[in-house]
């Protein structure tokens, strides 16, 4: 599974990065004129922030001193010249495979167009939603609008059709009749000759009468381009110069299949080039086929955007990640309590393109580190079991800045709901106060919110139970325990805000005036009385968390049940 899985990137700006030249510019998110001076590749997209201006200095994108260079469309070394204008990107997931990679640096003008070929039902919604979860909505979309609509390549039929039927009037390519029994016995004769299976161009050389016959007939048939030899070479953004010889090694492609549905090959095509997209950015996969794709252009008479093609994104064990995977899929992560800026965190990290790798960069700094000339062409291995790690440093961030902790808590206020309903005895265990305390407390010590509905922290939520039995076991003191418990509480009502340092004093203290029970037991029975748990948080973390009203609360329990 690639990182940047169908997205195509851009920037809105002036200027787009192939070619040193005099000239570098600005660039507009549709809102607002920005300056900026530092690109950023995220993996799945390709930022091109740009300072400038034209005052005949020659401007630079953050590279290093070997590699400084400005962009213009002015200075195209492969011909792929762009009217001034936006830059612009399109995402266009399959609704089918709901595995989004959503990390894009939020300036990009960002379009989502789906595949609705073998739709899920709701797929599509759900892609939207989670872009904005992870704080990138498009611009223009199935759900917004826009004005190169539509986004549903279901409702985008005639335009392949006429793109289709455009090439086949031109010569550039044909209907094809073959059965697909035919094309299982090429394949099956191919394999057993030790050859690469490969369409033999047989209906390339139909005779106008027989085409007209079988057209007469009404044969199913799709439509299939003319591959031709003399590929331009084409300079990619991460790989360099390529070019391949597709029409020695290929039979000529389906383009337009018989439901009228195209292939990626045209789709991809048509789309970027009607909804003005400069520049792709897809996987390394797609590499040997962009020779394909842009004899495709040159037949439609169409200027082709700049693509780059990034590394994929593997398992730790080197396999491809894959749909099949549930725990992969952007809701399993939501769900779980992962925050987007852990997810962009993570992959960056096992990715390139920078100096040095530290654990906890924000955008902004991800922007500033950005080095292009790390970027390398080897697959990144991704191992998510040190997601979590990366997520409680990113939650601890939230935690301290107040928005988006006020943010953490809305979510920890629907958790609560949701797995403790009923049992939750005392509604103010809800209130936006007392949550932010939890979370402040027990910052670096959880991995994500979910981790404090767990049964580890329960107590904080629903008042425990526990028996005579537990407590006697530790103590014949008990009693006189919850009696001192209850009147320190006392003693700290005045409004004096507890403290963890504060309260381990006050412990200790405490247990010095019982008669035979030792300070480890009086821990342990003050512990059972607060979560009915033998381990947890330290017990002067636990009574902060609580307050003096609940542990007084508690404890009048614990006399209560002898």
Not at 138 to 147: K, W
Not at 409 to 424: F, K, M, N, S
Request: glycine fraction near 6%.
């Amino acid at each position: 599974m690639l990182l940047s899985s169908f997205i195509h990137f851009s920037t809105p700006s002036r200027c787009l990065p192939i070619k040193t030249c005099t000239r570098c510019c600005q660039y507009s998110t549709g809102r607002s004129v920005r300056k900026v001076d530092t690109p950023v590749l995220l993996k799945n997209t390709l930022t091109f922030n740009r300072s400038g201006g034209h005052g005949g200095k020659q401007q630079y994108i953050g590279l290093n001193s070997s590699q400084k260079r400005c962009f213009s469309s002015e200075c195209d070394e492969v011909g792929h010249q762009h009217e001034h204008g936006d830059v612009r990107v399109r995402f266009a997931p399959s609704p089918t495979d709901l595995i989004t990679h959503l990390h894009t640096h939020t300036p990009t003008h960002t379009h989502l167009h789906t595949d609705q070929s073998r739709l899920v039902p709701g797929a599509a919604e759900s892609i939207e939603d989670m872009l904005e979860w992870a704080g990138i909505p498009p611009d223009e979309s199935p759900r917004g609008g826009g004005q190169y609509g539509p986004y549903l390549q279901s409702q985008r039929l005639s335009l392949y059709s006429q793109a289709a039927d455009s090439l086949v009037q031109t010569g550039k390519a044909y209907r094809c009749f073959c059965s697909q029994q035919r094309l299982e016995l090429l394949k099956r004769e191919a394999l057993r000759s030790g050859q690469t299976p490969r369409y033999d161009n047989r209906c390339r050389h139909l005779r106008p009468d027989q085409l007209e016959e079988k057209l007469d007939q009404k044969v199913p048939h799709v439509i299939r381009f003319r591959l031709e030899s003399g590929v331009e070479p084409f300079n990619d953004l991460v790989f360099g110069w390529n070019r391949h010889e597709v029409a020695q090694v290929e039979g000529d492609p389906v383009v337009l299949k018989a439901d009228g549905f195209p292939t990626y090959h045209l789709a991809n095509v048509v789309d970027d080039h009607l909804m003005k997209v400069s520049h792709v950015l897809r996987g390394s996969e797609w590499l040997i086929s962009t020779s394909k794709h842009l004899l495709l252009y040159r037949a439609l008479g169409w200027k082709p955007p700049v693509f780059g093609h990034l590394p994929l994104l593997l398992n730790r064990d080197g396999s491809k990640l894959s749909k099949r995977q549930g725990d992969i899929y952007i809701q399993s992560f939501q769900r779980s309590g992962a925050l987007p800026e852990a997810l962009l965190d993570i992959t960056t990290h096992c990715g390139s393109g920078f100096n040095s790798n530290r654990v906890g960069r924000k955008m902004e700094e991800l922007i500033a580190e950005f080095n292009p000339s790390k970027i390398t062409t080897h697959s990144a291995l991704l191992d998510l079991d040190k997601l979590p790690e990366f997520n409680k440093i990113h939650l601890q961030q939230r935690i301290d800045d107040a928005v988006q902790c006020d943010w953490l808590v809305r979510d920890l206020q629907v958790r609560i709901q949701e797995v403790y309903g009923t049992q939750v005895q005392d509604q103010d265990v809800l209130q936006p106060d007392y949550i932010t305390r939890i979370l402040h407390l027990r910052k670096g010590h959880i991995s994500s919110v979910s981790d404090l509905v767990s049964s580890e922290y329960s107590y904080l939520w629903v008042r425990p139970s526990f028996s005579d039995q537990q407590m006697t076991a530790l103590s014949s003191e008990t009693q006189h325990i919850a009696t001192l418990v209850i009147r320190l509480m006392e003693g700290l009502k005045g409004g004096e805000e507890l403290t963890v340092d504060q309260l381990s004093v006050e412990l200790k203290t405490l247990a010095k005036k019982t008669s035979n029970t030792k300070y480890r037991d009086v821990m342990k029975i003050i512990r059972l009385a607060l979560s009915g748990l033998q381990q947890g948080p330290s017990v002067a973390e636990m009574m902060v968390s609580l307050g003096p009203s609940e542990i007084t609360h508690r404890f009048n329990r614990v006399l209560q049940q002898h």
